[in-house]
């Protein structure tokens, strides 16, 4: 059996009585069970210290477009700077990143707001979740929406155009075929111009296109590679006759 889940709760109080009083003090105000050592480690993972002040602010949307804007820049120490000039613990400024979906690498950490968020989204595509995600302050990329999406049994509805990237997820077909698709001519494809009539390099394939393309082509697919979320979609597709008028 492996060691007790740690309850956001729980993380809490050790934010808020370690530095104070070390394990003893964290312990009464526990949910879960945790050993000293358990909470040791944990005040050592979130940056909490013992006699030294934990220094946090209220997470605004000013913080997380600042926080944001240091991840993005990819420059080395720009986190820390942020947390200086902040005057907040730089350890507490990763944890706010990594709830907030900037950080984390191939798991990101999901924070309960933005799991009520998703409850709220089902027939979404995902770029229209990730917008109602970004505007509460969320940045969770599209690959960790459709896995959370999926995770929680909500269904998917994509948008009339994707893209390469989307189709990808969504199939369960490789990057590299679905170009040779395209650059072949088998698979529509289009790419947007900007406000400057400039036209830009990703493809976009629409609903009609894709399907066109499907029918055509019906041995190109396995249903068994498309994730569940994006099954009940995939059917639509297919049998949606809006797409058959020209």
């Not at 913080?63 to 200086?84: F, M, N, Q, T, V």
């Not at 979906?101 to 027939?123: F, V």
């Not at 969320?138 to 390469?164: E, K």
């Not at 997820?169 to 590299?176: E, I, K, P, W, Y």
Request: with cysteine; aromatic share 8%.
């Amino acid at each position: 059996m492996g060691a007790p889940l740690w309850l956001r709760e729980d993380k809490q109080a050790v934010i808020d009585h370690y530095p104070t009083g070390g394990a003893g003090a964290v312990r009464p105000h526990l949910k879960g069970t945790h050993s000293d050592i358990a909470i040791r480690g944990m005040a050592k993972r979130l940056g909490v210290k013992l006699g030294e002040e934990y220094r946090r602010k209220p997470v605004t949307k000013e913080l997380l477009r600042d926080l944001e804007r240091a991840y993005r820049s990819g420059k080395r120490g720009a986190i820390k700077a942020l947390a200086e000039r902040q005057g907040v613990n730089y350890d507490w400024l990763k944890n706010v990143a990594a709830e907030h979906g900037l950080s984390g690498g191939r798991k990101h950490r999901w924070h309960p707001d933005a799991d009520a968020i998703l409850d709220d989204c089902d027939g979404l595509c995902p770029s229209s979740v990730r917008a109602r995600l970004r505007r509460a302050g969320f940045f969770y990329p599209i690959s960790s929406i459709v896995a959370r999406l999926q995770h929680r049994n909500i269904s998917i509805a994509p948008s009339d155009a994707y893209t390469v990237g989307q189709l990808q997820q969504m199939l369960g077909v490789d990057r590299a075929r679905l170009n040779r698709w395209i650059e072949g001519g088998h698979l529509k494809a289009t790419r947007r111009t900007n406000y400057q009539g400039q036209t830009g390099e990703r493809a976009y394939v629409t609903s009609r296109a894709l399907r066109d393309f499907i029918v055509k082509h019906p041995s190109e697919f396995d249903l068994r590679r498309i994730a569940p979320a994006h099954q009940p979609w995939f059917i639509d597709l297919l049998t949606n006759k809006l797409a058959d008028v020209a």
